[in-house]
């Protein structure tokens, strides 16, 4: 059973700094992709960023450039924020997708204010 666990989230002033991690297990597929989502109050679930099984990664254009997504060899994965904005807050979720499968975390949140 595949299971992924968030944590790193809190409350963070603008321009300040958050790492975010998804503890995974029951990963035994070896084609996959990780992922990091997030959704703020009253919008639509998105994606923030991706990393495959080998390694190449995707990052959304509201991002790109202050985010960075990563992983290790135990398939946990890693989103580095840096230069937080307000618009950043919201509830951050990990997703792993596979061939005619996907997971989700339970979440975690993320608030930028000052």
């Known amino acids: 059973q595949v299971q992924l666990v968030e944590s790193g989230g809190g409350l963070v002033q603008p321009g300040g700094s958050l790492r975010l991690s998804c503890a995974a297990s029951g990963i035994f597929f070896s084609f996959y992709i990780l992922g990091w989502y997030r959704q703020a109050p009253g919008k639509q679930r998105e994606l923030v960023a991706t990393?495959?099984?080998?390694?190449?990664t995707n990052l959304a254009d509201s991002v790109r450039g202050r985010f960075t997504i990563s992983k290790d060899n135990a398939k946990n994965s890693y989103l580095q924020m840096n230069s937080l904005k307000p618009e950043d807050t919201a509830v951050y979720f990990c997703?792993?997708?596979?061939?005619?499968?996907?997971?989700w975390g339970q979440g975690t949140q993320v608030t930028v204010s000052s």
């Open positions: 990393i495959t099984s080998g390694g190449s």
């Open positions: 997703n792993v997708r596979t061939v005619g499968r996907e997971y």
